[in-house]
């Protein structure tokens, strides 16, 4: 167990809709990234954010944004849903905002399906 | 930019066999590469990184890689493979905020 929390584990919807998918980092981690795991693209980076604050953005759609809280637990708010959005979200925290040997440790993921 | 590629998507080794996973990066910079494994419906657990602090760099579950700066690699191995090493391996290499993943590899060990 990593410490990680992402809530909810599985996620079915139609295209069109919207989902938001929540993630609780570890106790003392300033840091939330979010990841993208799917089969045609791999694993991709979408965001960060450190202590409330946009911090790094990736390959991450117009569709989709994200926050973080005062009390650290980070949103990923995903709209008009297509078909191609269907993955594996990947929720990661760490304690620094960008230390290169900084660990991330990553939740359990919520697995989207678009149907 | 920084890559990494991972050679061969799938891995087959015996139970007992050695176990040897290949990543090579490119980086403008000194890199910082990291090894993570999948387990199937799981999310990712760190196996060991590179910090420049030593080249060869233990891990867990009796997992180990050397940074080799020459062949710009950063192989996994494993002297003895084991049924519960069946997983998804993924190297990455840090790139200012993010971790940039190689494709993974699917290690497959037979009985």
């Known amino acids: ?115 | 930019a920084q890559s990494v590629t991972q050679l061969g998507s799938h891995v087959s080794v015996s139970e007992g066999a050695l176990v040897l996973l290949r990543c090579n990066y490119s980086s403008s910079v000194p890199p910082y590469l990291f090894w993570y494994v999948q387990y199937p419906n799981q999310g990712l657990q760190l196996l060991l990184k590179y910090t420049s602090a030593a080249t060869l760099v233990k891990g867990i579950n009796g997992f180990e890689a050397e940074f080799k700066k020459s062949e710009t690699s950063f192989h996994l191995t494993k002297p003895s493979a084991h049924m519960s090493d069946a997983a998804e391996y993924f190297c990455a290499v840090r790139s200012n905020y993010q971790l940039i993943w190689g494709a993974g590899t699917k290690l497959i060990i037979k009985p």
């Open chain 1, 1 to 115: 167990d990593s410490g990680v929390t992402q809530t909810p584990k599985h996620l079915i919807t139609a295209t069109g809709q919207r989902v938001t998918l929540r993630c609780s980092p570890r106790s003392g981690d300033l840091s939330v990234y979010w990841y993208q795991q799917s089969l045609d693209q791999g694993l991709q980076f979408l965001i960060q954010y450190y202590n409330g604050e946009e911090r790094a953005k990736g390959n991450i759609l117009e569709r989709f944004s994200a926050q973080q809280f005062p009390d650290l637990h980070s949103e990923l708010n995903l709209s008009s849903l297509e078909l191609g959005d269907s993955a594996l979200y990947f929720c990661a925290s760490s304690v620094v905002a960008s230390g290169s040997t900084d660990t991330q440790y990553f939740g359990p993921g919520t697995r989207l399906t678009v149907l």
